[in-house]
Nanobody
Framework: QVHLVESGGGLVQAGGSLRLSCAASGRTFIPNTMSWFRQAPGKEREFVAAITETGAYQDYTDDVKGRFTISRDDAKNTVYLQMNSLKPEDTAVYYC???????????????????WGQGTQVTVSS
C-alpha cells in the first residue's frame, strides 16, 4: 500500500482558491492512479477528480469542471488539486486516494482505490 498525507485545506471565502496537496510514500515505485474524493457533513463520500498514471487523462465530476484542476508531480510523489471559484457547497473533508491501473468508470468508484489519506478540511464561507 501507499501512505498518503493531505495538506492545504482551510477556510476561504466564496470565490477564493485553495490548492490541496497529497504526498505519497511507500510503494510509490508502482505507478498509481490518484484521485480526490470529498465528504460533506451528513452526506456520502463523493468523487471529485482523478488522474491516471501518466497524467494523460483526468476525470472530474460535473460540479467542479472548469473550477478544479488535478495534477501530479511524480518526481515529488505528490498529487495536487487546484480549486478555484470555490462555493459554499464545496465545503467538505477532502480525501486523497491511490490505486493501481484504474480506468473508465472505475475511476469514480471509491472501492477501486486501496490507499486513502486522513483527509483535510475545506470550508468555504458565503
Amino acid at each position: 500500500q501507499v501512505h498518503l498525507v493531505e495538506s492545504g485545506g482551510g477556510l476561504v471565502q466564496a470565490g477564493g482558491s485553495l490548492r490541496l496537496s497529497c504526498a505519497a510514500s511507500g510503494r510509490t515505485f508502482i505507478p498509481n492512479t490518484m484521485s480526490w474524493f470529498r465528504q460533506a457533513p451528513g452526506k456520502e463520500r463523493e468523487f471529485v477528480a482523478a488522474i491516471t498514471e501518466t497524467g494523460a487523462y483526468q476525470d472530474y465530476t460535473d460540479d467542479v469542471k472548469g473550477r478544479f484542476t488535478i495534477s501530479r508531480d511524480d518526481a515529488k510523489n505528490t498529487v495536487y488539486l487546484q480549486m478555484n471559484s470555490l462555493k459554499p457547497e464545496d465545503t467538505a473533508v477532502y480525501y486523497c486516494a491511490a490505486g493501481v491501473w484504474i480506468q473508465g468508470n472505475r475511476l469514480r468508484y471509491g472501492g477501486s482505490y486501496n490507499s486513502w489519506g486522513q483527509g483535510t478540511q475545506v470550508t468555504v464561507s458565503s
